[in-house]
């Protein structure tokens, strides 16, 4: 499988071994490397553009647009949702089969025209929008393990049926239009809260078969993290294995993965490139070549 992986740059802790910490990966004949934003690195024919006006009023309203571009974050804003946009383009058109997407700032805090919690554009939503424009895909899941409730993904999909969102957080189990909402408990092993989303996939992914699989993944509720809910850096390279295999499944291996919340730099470091290997079947390689 060809694996795209989506980078952006961003001042701060957190990303601050990227991209050196992947290498080894990204040498790979199957790993694609697109650039959205690196201010020292010379240009390249993997940058990534920017985003039009055009396309974020798809999902926000101008007043909102507007008041992200007072915040002093627009361009990283507008480059993390770009990522996301790109990566789900590329893997329409054939070019990737799956993707992970580096941001700054996230999608599921963010609404028709309001944002909050580090979110300002939302990438995944706005990406639904121009697969729907631009190829006339229709239905897409979003699977959101971000430790927080995202009512921006909610809000802007909530009259919209041809879009599964399962948001996994703190908050009770309801389901409205598509929308499902799964409690997970205050604390929770990693093994029980596989089993929690492995039964949305089964009993909603499943039978819903959508054209891509988007993946908010934040981790932000890994032990010692600012939403920690109990999981082990584990939980989330068991969960990339789990998804990557269902979206092989119930998305014909469509699966973007955006980097949501969490804050932690040596958990970035120890997670991200652990999780791409994963997607770009690194080590399956390396097991066939030792025998
Ligand atoms: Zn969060
Ligand atoms: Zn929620």
């Known amino acids: 499988m060809r694996t795209g992986i989506f980078f952006f740059y961003q001042e701060g802790e957190r990303l601050r071994d ?18 959205a934003f690196y201010p020292s690195k010379p240009t390249s024919s993997f940058d990534l553009e920017s985003v ?21 974050i627009f361009e990283g804003a507008l480059l993390s ?25 996230g999608d599921h805090h963010a609404g028709t025209d309001f944002f909050g919690g580090g979110c300002y554009f939302n990438g995944a939503a706005i990406a639904i929008q121009e697969l729907r ?23 802007i999909f909530k009259a919209d049926p041809d879009v599964l969102y399962g948001c996994f957080c703190g908050y009770p189990s ?5 929308k499902v909402n799964v409690n997970v408990p205050m604390k929770v ?16 992914a499943k ?24 999981l082990t850096p584990e939980a989330h390279i068991l969960l990339t294995r789990e998804l990557k295999e269902w979206a092989v499944e ?32 690194v080590h399956k390689d390396e097991k066939k070549i030792s025998k």
Request: hydrophobic share 40%; proline share 3%.
């Open 133 to 155: 424009k631009r190829f006339g895909a229709r239905r897409f899941a979003i699977i959101d393990t971000d430790a927080h409730h995202g009512e921006g993904t909610w809000e």
């Open 189 to 204: 092993k990693d093994g029980a809260y596989l089993d929690i989303v492995r039964e949305f996939l089964l009993s909603k």
């Open 52 to 72: 039009s006006h055009e396309i974020l009023y798809e999902v926000h309203s101008p007043g909102m647009v507007e008041e992200v571009r007072k915040m002093g």
């Open 207 to 230: 039978p819903f078969q959508p054209e891509v699989l988007f993946w908010n993944w934040g981790y932000d509720g890994t032990q010692g993290e600012y939403g920690d809910i109990g």
């Open 18 to 35: 990227f991209p050196q910490a992947l290498k080894g990966i990204l040498e790979r004949e199957n790993v694609f490397f697109y650039d």
């Open 250 to 281: 119930i998305s014909q291996g469509r699966l973007i993965t955006i980097l949501c919340g969490g804050s932690r730099r040596d958990l970035a470091h120890s997670l991200i490139p652990r999780m791409i290997a994963v997607l770009a079947e």
């Open 81 to 105: 949702a770009s990522g996301t946009i790109r990566a789900a383009e590329k893997i329409w058109t054939g070019e990737i089969d799956h993707a992970f997407v580096f941001t700054g700032y």
């Open 174 to 178: 309801w389901e409205e239009n598509n």
